[in-house]
């Protein structure tokens, strides 16, 4: 369609009637799990100022070095479009003075300057949750298991959860300064080639080679993030994975499983689905204690994930054929229309979707229309049924006709509704 004058920008999408529908099925399972384990729901602004996720994400991390959307406004403030969504809702937890511990979740739209691919898109939707004000690996394993529980609850297959522990600050610096050692000298006797990504990453945040899909795999005789894990650390670690044993979640550690973002810390983890293969990660997260401190508030240790919606809905589901209205209402004269609208109204105070044609056509014609706009049935209206104060109920699918009382329409959907119920998306 070469004609048209207008396109959505690269990378965004038109979400049309059926993949909406999909979508509202999907994210009332999603919020009725969520809500079993006791988050609640929060909306944050769009755009933030940009000093927010620099600040949190970490200036050498993917999304702020060349992933964000930053605009100005007329008075030269510097503005970005929400990338993630945990800055902004710790942001909201520490200004609208929410107490800890408190469990928030979100679906939100999220911006980012990617390269479009399948799953990948440059507004894409985000559901989170961010458990605050707790320290426990009780919590961890807890948050884990809910994203593992949704994801198989809505269909996806073959699951496994990638997870590691990164260990508190401390450790993380004596390991960087290992792993650093170990780089420089591997690229000084010529065993090592680093890609033009990962150069640049190596002064900067080593750490993040280990997650490079180019580099990453070429390093496993490097140091062992692991080994620099205190007791303790290494306890929190098992103490989690002993949960996840107890509750059958599958997982596989993953000593090169870093997550892009600065603000991780100990627990970090992804889920995949071996259908589709582990570069598509459908859920990531992790642990991140200092956060809260960061953005100016008390110190607040914290765990979360988000999941993209997309990548669930590319991978798992097929956009459905989506019905038209229930009741189709016809009609054969200007009398029989008059009474039709009164009819009309009346169906969608019982809140059934239905519709008509408004011009004057045909009674055939009026059909067609209904077919085209794929009616579950038609309510015909005519001088007859007006007399006899019923209608007559045609199926559109079979052609069957039932004469019944107008209060009969409630029944008849429900009755319908429920037939479907479980059998389809919608
Ligand atoms: P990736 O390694 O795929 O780039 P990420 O580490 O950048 O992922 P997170 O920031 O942890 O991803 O986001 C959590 C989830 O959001 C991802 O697992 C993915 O499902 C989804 N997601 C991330 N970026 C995009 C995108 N550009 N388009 C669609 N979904 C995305
Ligand atoms: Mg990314």
Not at 4 to 15: A, F, M, N, S, W
Not at 380 to 391: A, P, S, T, W
Request: net charge positive; proline share 5%; aromatic share 10%.
């Amino acid at each position: 369609m070469n004609t048209l004058k207008y396109k959505r920008p690269k990378g965004t999408r038109d979400i049309i009637p059926e993949e909406f529908e999909l979508r509202e099925v999907l994210l009332e399972k999603i919020k009725k799990s969520i809500r079993a384990y006791g988050y609640k729901f929060i909306i944050t602004p769009t755009f933030e100022h940009t000093e927010l996720f620099i600040r949190s994400i970490g200036d050498s991390t993917d999304i702020v070095e060349k992933e964000m959307y930053t605009f100005h406004d007329k008075k030269g403030r510097s503005y970005t479009l929400r990338p993630e969504g945990t800055a902004p809702v710790i942001r909201a937890f520490l200004e609208n003075s929410i107490m800890p511990p408190a469990k928030l979740a979100y679906i939100m739209n999220m911006f980012r300057a990617e390269r479009p691919q399948k799953g990948r898109y440059r507004e894409f939707w985000q559901v989170g949750v961010e458990a605050i004000g707790i320290k426990d690996p009780l919590i961890d394993a807890e948050v884990i298991e809910m994203g593992y529980s949704i994801l198989k609850e809505l269909g996806a297959e073959k699951l496994v959860v990638l997870i590691n522990s990164i260990g508190s600050i401390e450790e993380r610096q004596a390991y960087k300064s290992a792993l650093l050692d170990y780089l420089n000298e591997k690229e000084q006797d010529g065993t090592l080639e680093l890609c033009n990504d990962c150069k640049r990453r190596k002064n900067r945040n080593p750490l993040r080679i280990l997650d490079c899909k180019i580099d990453g795999p070429k390093l496993k005789d490097a140091p062992k993030l692991k080994e620099f894990l205190s007791n303790e650390s290494l306890k929190y670690f098992e103490e989690i994975k002993s949960y996840l044993d107890k509750w059958k979640v599958n997982y596989r550690e993953e000593p090169r499983l870093v997550r892009g973002l600065d603000y991780y810390n100990h627990t970090a983890f992804e889920i995949v689905s071996e259908k589709i293969g582990v570069e598509d990660t459908l859920l990531g997260g992790g642990r991140y204690d200092s956060l809260v401190e960061d953005l100016g508030g008390p110190a607040t240790p914290a765990v979360g994930w988000a999941l993209g919606l997309e990548r669930i809905i590319n991978y798992f589901y097929q956009i459905p054929r989506i019905s038209g209205p229930f009741y189709f209402v016809a009609t054969v004269n200007e009398f029989s229309k008059g009474y039709a609208i009164g009819l009309l109204k009346k169906i969608r105070e019982w809140k059934i979707p239905s519709d008509m044609t408004y011009e004057p056509k045909s009674l055939k014609a009026q059909m067609k229309i209904a077919d085209r706009l794929n009616a579950v049935k038609a309510v015909i209206v005519g001088e007859d049924e007006i007399k006899l104060q019923k209608v007559r109920v045609r199926d559109l699918e079979t052609g069957k006709e039932v004469l019944v009382p107008e209060k009969d329409l409630v029944k008849i959907y429900e009755e319908e509704m429920a037939r479907r119920k479980g059998k389809e998306v919608l």
